[in-house]
C-alpha cells in the first residue's frame, strides 16, 4: 500500500478545505468529499515532519537568522530539478506567492493602472489586483483541441493602453497545461512588445505528469529577465501550505529593489517554521517524494478522468501538470446552477465553481484530486450516479 492511500481525518483540524465545506457549499461533513481548496490530502516527507519535530524539541521559537541553508536548499533545487542556476542574492521571501502577487502589484504599478490575466486562472490573482483598485485585464485562453492554447492575435486587438503587468500562471491552474518553451518564449515577446513586467507564479512547477516537463520561464526566454519576477515555492509541491512561505526570485537589479523596499515599507518576513520546513524539503529525500507523489497523482488522474469521460456531456480537460482536474459539462445542456447541485447536492462533493476563475470557466467545475485514492474512487462513481439519467 501507498504511503499516499493512508486516509487520515482533518475534520476539527481547523481546515479551511474540510471544516469550511459545510458552511459554504453546503455539503455535509458527516459523508460529504471535499475537492476545493487546492492543498493535499497527504502528510509530507519524513525530512519536513522531522525539521517541525526538533523545532518543537527544541521549545524556542524566536527570529530566524542566517537563511544560507535556506538559500543554498533552493538554488540547489532549482539547479538540480528544473536546470535553473539561480544566485542567492536573486531570492526574497515572502508570506506566500499570493502575497508575492500583491506586492508585485504595489511595487510595480499604480491605482487604475491594468494587470493582464490569461482566464479562466487561479481566482486569488484577480482578487489582489482588484482589491488594490488596478483594472484586471481578462485575456480568454482559447480552446484548441480540449486544451487551453495562447492567443496572442485576439490579444493585441483587445490590450488597453493602461496595462502594466501580466501574471502568468505556468503550469497552469486550473487547465492543468504545461506551457512550451515556443509559448513561453510567445508570452515573453507579447510583455516586450507591450512594455509589461512579467510576472511567472510557478507554484506547480514540480507537480508534473510523467512523461512531462516544465521549462521555467527564464529558460524559454533569457532575454525577458529584465522585466520577469519568478515566483516558486515549496508549500504547494510538499503540502505545507500553511507555512506561508514563498520564494520571490528576481535576478534583474532594479525590479528587486524596488520590490525589497516595498517589502521593507510592509514589514515582511517569514516565519521560521516556514523556513526551516522548506530547507527540510528541498532535499533528495524530498526529490524522491515528489517522484512518488506525481506518479501517485498520474495514477489518481487516469481513475478520475476514465469515469468523467464515460458519462456523455462531461469532459474532463488532460491533466499536465497540477492536481486539479478541469471538468467541463456544456455537453450536458444544462445551466451551471444544475450541474453544479447535482455535484454539490446529489454527490455531495465540494468543488471550486469555474466562474471565479474568470472568463471562460463558465461551464466548468474544478475537483482536487491529491486524496487517497479510495476518495477519488468514491467522488467517480458519485459522479457517474448523479448524472446517471444521461447514460
Not at 5 to 29: C, F, L, Q
Not at 144 to 152: K, S
Not at 174 to 191: I, N, S, Y
Not at 309 to 331: H, I, N, Q, R
Request: aromatic share 10%; hydrophobic share 40%.
Amino acid at each position: 500500500m501507498s504511503p499516499f492511500d493512508e486516509e487520515i481525518d482533518r475534520h476539527g483540524t481547523h481546515s479551511m478545505k474540510w471544516d469550511m465545506m459545510e458552511p459554504i457549499y453546503g455539503v455535509p461533513a458527516s459523508d460529504g468529499l471535499s475537492m476545493w481548496v487546492a492543498d493535499m490530502d497527504f502528510r509530507p516527507p519524513d525530512c519536513v515532519q522531522d525539521a517541525v519535530e526538533r523545532m518543537a524539541a527544541h521549545g524556542i521559537y524566536g527570529y530566524f537568522g542566517d537563511d544560507a541553508a535556506y538559500k543554498d536548499a533552493i538554488r540547489w533545487w532549482m539547479a538540480e530539478r528544473h536546470g535553473w542556476e539561480v544566485q542567492a542574492d536573486w531570492i526574497l521571501t515572502t508570506n506566500g506567492l499570493v502575497n508575492g502577487v500583491g506586492l508585485c502589484v504595489d511595487a510595480y504599478t499604480d491605482p487604475g493602472d491594468g494587470v493582464v490575466l490569461m482566464t479562466p486562472v487561479y481566482h486569488a490573482f484577480a482578487r489582489v489586483v482588484a482589491a488594490a483598485d488596478r483594472q484586471v485585464i481578462e485575456c480568454p485562453l482559447a480552446l484548441d483541441d480540449g486544451r487551453y492554447a495562447m492567443d496572442f492575435d485576439a490579444w493585441e486587438a483587445m490590450l488597453p493602453d493602461n496595462a502594466k503587468m501580466l501574471v502568468l500562471c505556468s503550469p497552469h491552474n486550473p487547465g492543468g497545461r504545461v506551457w512550451t518553451a515556443d509559448e513561453l518564449r510567445g508570452v515573453a515577446d507579447f510583455c516586450r512588445r507591450h512594455d509589461l513586467i512579467l510576472v511567472s507564479d510557478e507554484i506547480h512547477h514540480d507537480l508534473v505528469m510523467p512523461g512531462r516537463r516544465h521549462v521555467p520561464m527564464p529558460l524559454a526566454a533569457p532575454d525577458i529577465t529584465d522585466r520577469l519576477v519568478m515566483m516558486s515555492a515549496t508549500t504547494k509541491t510538499f503540502n505545507i501550505a500553511g507555512a506561508h512561505v514563498g520564494n520571490v526570485i528576481i535576478p534583474d537589479d532594479g525590479l528587486r529593489k524596488r520590490f525589497s523596499k516595498k517589502m521593507m515599507a510592509l514589514g515582511i518576513s517569514p516565519n521560521s517554521f516556514g523556513l526551516h520546513m522548506a530547507t527540510a524539503a528541498y532535499s533528495p529525500e524530498g526529490a524522491a517524494w515528489v517522484d512518488d507523489l506525481c506518479a501517485y497523482l498520474d495514477g489518481n488522474r487516469k481513475i478520475f478522468d476514465d469515469a468523467i469521460d464515460s458519462v456523455p456531456g462531461l469532459k474532463s480537460m488532460p491533466l499536465e501538470a497540477t492536481y486539479l482536474a478541469w471538468v467541463d459539462f456544456s455537453g450536458t445542456g444544462m445551466d451551471p446552477k444544475e450541474f453544479t447541485r447535482r455535484v454539490e447536492g446529489d454527490a455531495r462533493i465540494a468543488v471550486n465553481h469555474g466562474p471565479t476563475f474568470g472568463k471562460g470557466g463558465e461551464s466548468f467545475l474544478r475537483f482536487n484530486l491529491a486524496t487517497p485514492r479510495a476518495k477519488v474512487e468514491e467522488a467517480a462513481e458519485r459522479v457517474k450516479k448523479a448524472f446517471g439519467d444521461l447514460q
